[in-house]
């Protein structure tokens, strides 16, 4: 019987030991990476980098060996190794100012033939070929380190080692370079370690991550179970933590308890040593005897009582996220304090966790679960930003600090609030910053007007109050209670609900779809050759209807987007009565979700009745769709200068895009003998969008000889998101 031979690892690392001098930095380090994409994490000065340079032959080798596919190349020259199949991402990226980007590329191909070279990386990098003239001094971080990756890639290694590759990057180059670990750990012929200290990351990209603590590994751990237990992360990661930590730290051994061993009892003073009177490092030399001495103090133990009451007074309350989910009652303590404490008592009294958090900006001490001080310490300038003399500046300044505050929290179960204008306009944008369904309710004078400024596109529910929220009475306290217990009607319910759908496992993706009336056709055929395999939610493109799909994208309950009918843009550019915002697409580009687009319903502005149409609009061609909707047909001009709008942010999207140009016309009135056809202005809004978006493999514009709502139409869209959606990043986040 033949027996099936095992390839050799990518890496294998075996007691491995590095000394600076007299400084052990690397203790016995065994590390196997057998293919793929692998993550160690670690605080500073771990010896992470150390690591990287011994494998590259950087720093000398004490003991141990390093061996890449089976080869053993310890202690040999560094170009060797490289020769070999290594490739190196050194922290900093380490390129030359004076040589431009294409002389970095050219420098570095050619070392070892194969599937990477300099057409790819700038088309992978499409960022990199606009730039290749400009030389490494000249480029921003993001772009740096775009071409230090690019540069390893072109040596076409079988090992690429990655030293921190996302520090000191915004955000949206993080997610670049998340999203492009994730297509090499698709190359089977590539194997990458990655050194990181962003756990996002380091989770993402990697199916098991190893923890570096003081030179050796510590432990490696699956990375779904880092990334979910935060307490974990600061158990392991937590800067200021002591890392003397053990294998067995998290699991006690089978059959036994652990049992808490009792404090020893001291009831006199207390002799305090303070073993490193300077901040230590792993290279520090050990402090003399007689400077430990001088440097301990005498403390009491009542003292010592006394420091740790005062400590944990003085946590602030945003740190306290665990635990079972809690309803928050919120609202301005110092004149809605009976209101609000009345509607904490009915939702305690259903069996829910309740806080009560004050947002008030006079300045006064409430009692209460969360203090207004402690809010406005979220505020990017601190409390004084928030507690001045200009009332109206002050309430601005505690609702940013509130919706930041509220983000951080992880248990929230529901929220609710009662006052005016001033406390529904101070929780109203914290509310919309939680996700759609966690249950939110305000309950305010100003609930039977117009609420649109507060709601947004948010699941916010208003409750009018009838009398003022000023004291309680008869009216008020039905009210009040009505309020309180349907909010915890909801929550209770919610949770029972999510109890449920944790027991099953037949859960459908969603996926958002706009539509407008003219685009119905399409989207329902859409809609129904997808929904044996998605949840189809469609969003009424009316203003606020993208504007709440893309709030479900920025909350991740969404795995991908059918953008069909984008003429929410048309009303933002030219004054219509259902505009977008300036962020349209922006939660799109920031999630990196599959994208795939279209132009409907750009034939027309939006208006009221005919007598509310701006003065500079008299004459356009009209058409009245009933007496309180007007709809104007948009110019050549205006259909090029939308496609340019559209065209630039598409090519901030990262993730795979298809987005399709119905030449038959874009909406129902855009059809051959319909009241909107004009070829013409159709022709302008296309050509301004392939003038402008930087098509890629990646990112492509798609012509169809067909009318939007033609089923052919319908079944290429269809065709082209099933397609995508079957990558990588949009699996992982249907799973999160």
């Known amino acids: 019987m033949s027996e099936t031979r095992r390839s050799p690892a990518a890496l294998e690392v075996r007691g491995l030991d590095v000394y600076y001098g007299h400084s052990h930095a690397l203790q016995e380090v065994d590390l196997t990476l057998e293919s793929g994409v692998f993550s160690v994490v670690g605080r500073n000065g771990m010896g992470k980098t150390t690591l990287c340079k011994a494998i590259m032959g950087l720093v000398g080798v004490s003991g141990g060996s390093i061996r890449v596919r089976g ?76 071409l230090a990756i690019s540069r390893a890639l072109l040596t076409n290694p079988h090992l690429l080692i990655m030293d921190e590759p996302t520090e000191g990057l915004a955000p949206v180059i993080v997610a670049q370079v998340e999203e492009m670990l994730l297509r090499l750990r698709e190359d089977e012929d590539m194997s990458v370690l990655v050194i990181e200290q962003n756990i996002g990351v380091a989770t993402a990209v990697s199916r098991n991550v190893a923890i570096m603590v003081n030179g050796r590994i510590n432990r490696i751990i699956d990375s779904a179970r880092l990334a979910a237990d935060r307490e974990l992360q600061q158990r392991l990661l937590g800067v200021g933590l002591h890392a003397e930590l053990e294998p067995d730290l998290d699991v006690a051994e089978a ?72 309803v928050l009652v919120v609202g301005t303590l110092d004149t809605k304090g009976l209101e609000l404490r009345f509607i904490r008592d009915i939702i305690a009294e259903s069996g829910l966790r309740t806080r009560l958090v004050d947002v008030s900006t006079s300045g006064k001490h409430s009692s209460c679960d969360v203090s207004a001080q402690e809010i406005a310490l979220n505020h990017g300038r601190g409390g004084s930003a928030v507690f001045g003399p200009d009332r109206g500046v002050a ?62 596109p948010a699941d916010i529910t208003m409750m009018y109050s009838v009398t003022d929220v000023q004291g309680l009475n008869s009216i008020s306290r039905a009210v009040l209670a009505n309020g309180a217990n349907a909010l915890a009607g909801m929550v209770k319910a919610r949770l029972d609900q999510r109890a449920a759908t944790a027991r099953s496992t037949g859960s459908l993706p969603s996926v958002g779809i706009t539509m407008f009336g003219v685009t119905t056709p399409a989207v329902q055929k859409i809609a129904a050759d997808l929904r044996d395999d998605f949840e189809c939610l469609v969003f009424h493109a009316t203003g606020v209807g993208g504007r709440s799909m893309e709030k479900l994208v920025e909350s991740g309950q969404l795995a991908g987007v059918i953008d069909l009918t984008t003429t929410e843009v048309c009303d933002l550019l030219m004054g219509g009565v259902f505009p977008a915002t300036e962020d349209r697409f922006g939660a799109i580009i920031r999630s990196r979700l599959p994208y795939v687009g279209s132009v409907g319903a750009l034939d027309m502005v939006n208006f009221g009745a005919p007598d509310t149409i701006p003065e500079r609009y008299r004459g356009r061609k009209f058409h009245v769709h009933n007496p309180q909707v007007t709809l104007m047909r948009t110019t050549a001009d205006e259909n090029e200068r939308m496609g340019r709008w559209i065209g630039e942010r598409l090519n901030h999207m990262d993730a795979p895009v298809r987005f399709f140009l119905p030449e038959g016309g874009v909406s129902a009135l855009d059809a051959r003998g319909q009241p909107f056809w ?59």
């Open 71 to 146: 080869e053993d190349v310890t202690r040999r020259p560094p170009a060797q190794i490289a020769r070999l199949g290594v490739g190196y991402v050194p922290q900093g990226r380490r390129l030359w100012r004076s040589l431009s980007v294409d002389e970095h590329l050219q420098l570095a191909g050619g070392m070892r033939s194969g599937a990477w070279t300099v057409e790819r990386i700038y088309d992978t990098f499409p960022r990199l070929a606009e730039r290749k003239g400009h030389g490494g001094g000249q480029l921003s971080g993001g772009e740096q380190q775009m």
């Open 255 to 326: 059959g036994t308890e652990a049992k808490p061993v009792p404090a020893p009892r001291r009831d006199g003073p207390v002799r305090i040593y303070v073993s490193n009177p300077t901040l230590p490092t792993r290279w520090s030399q050990p402090v003399p005897i007689a400077r430990i001495e001088a440097a301990a103090r005498t403390l009491s133990t009542q003292i010592a009582r006394l420091d740790e009451t005062a400590r944990r007074k003085r946590e602030p309350a945003a740190a306290q996220t665990g635990g079972p989910p809690v």
């Open 395 to 456: 309430v601005t300044a505690m609702a940013d600090a509130f919706a930041n505050w509220l983000r951080r929290q992880g248990n929230v179960a529901g929220v609710i609030s009662a006052g005016g204008s001033g406390a529904a306009s101070l929780v109203a944008p914290g509310m919309r910053a939680l996700p759609v369904g966690v249950p939110k309710l305000i309950i305010s004078s100003v609930a039977s007007g117009d609420v649109g400024p507060y709601v947004g």
């Open 678 to 736: 004009d070829p013409d202005a159709d022709a302008a809004l296309f050509r301004a969008l392939e003038r402008t978006v930087r098509q890629t493999g990646n990112r492509q514009l798609i012509r169809i000889p067909k009318n939007i709502n033609d089923p052919d139409f319908a079944a290429a869209i269809v065709s082209a998101f099933r397609a995508l959606f079957g990558r990588t990043g949009a699996r992982r986040r249907q799973a999160r």
